[in-house]
């Protein structure tokens, strides 16, 4: 063997090591990035003891406020009543809509009963009844995230303004076939 086919086989031996090299350092980076980003993708998500939370900070900002400040705060989407993909809605007993920081066309309509989801589900129907009812409680329907179009299964906590006919509401985006 001469010295030039020699050199060829260590080059091409070095080649592959600085390969290999390359690839394992690409997935290394690749899989901090994964491991990295779960954390702050599980973080955008509200949970339910949040929703719990923010829905009697909300009535208690109604009861100790002027009610039109209130509701321009709860209709804020940069308010303190916005979270992770989860917001705070002000409802009053006869199915209006008071405030909504990211549906404010709701707040134009007279009533919102007759709104149904993609289930044929009438979930403000069912928001009025439980606060008139209960005081509190859950529903399940299908809403859009903020910011998008389809419909998602939801979880929303239902919290009665005390002293008042009005409610708050506030959900969870659930995953899985079933409520």
């Known amino acids: ?57 909300a009535a208690s900002y109604i009861q100790n406020h002027d009610l039109q400040k209130a509701i321009e705060v709860i209709g804020d989407p940069n308010g303190p009543f916005v979270w992770k993909d989860s917001y705070v809605f002000l409802m009053d007993l006869k199915g209006k809509m008071l405030a909504h920081p990211f549906k404010p066309e709701l707040t134009k309509k007279e009533h919102c009963l007759l709104i149904t989801d993609p289930t044929g589900k009438a979930l403000f129907v069912h928001f009025v009844k439980l606060a008139r009812d209960n005081g509190e409680g859950w529903v399940n329907y299908m809403w859009p995230r903020p910011g998008e179009k389809t419909p998602r299964k939801k979880l929303t906590y239902i919290y009665r303004v005390p002293g008042s006919d009005m409610f708050v509401g506030a959900g969870v985006y659930v995953g899985g076939m079933m409520y």
Do not use: F
């Open 1 to 57: 063997m001469d010295q030039s086919t020699g050199l060829r086989k260590e080059n091409a031996s070095n080649d592959k090591e600085s390969l290999m090299r390359r690839v394992c350092i690409l997935l290394a980076v690749m899989i901090s990035a994964v491991i990295l980003a779960v954390p702050a993708w599980a973080e955008e998500s509200a949970i339910k003891e949040e929703c719990v939370v923010k829905c009697h900070e």
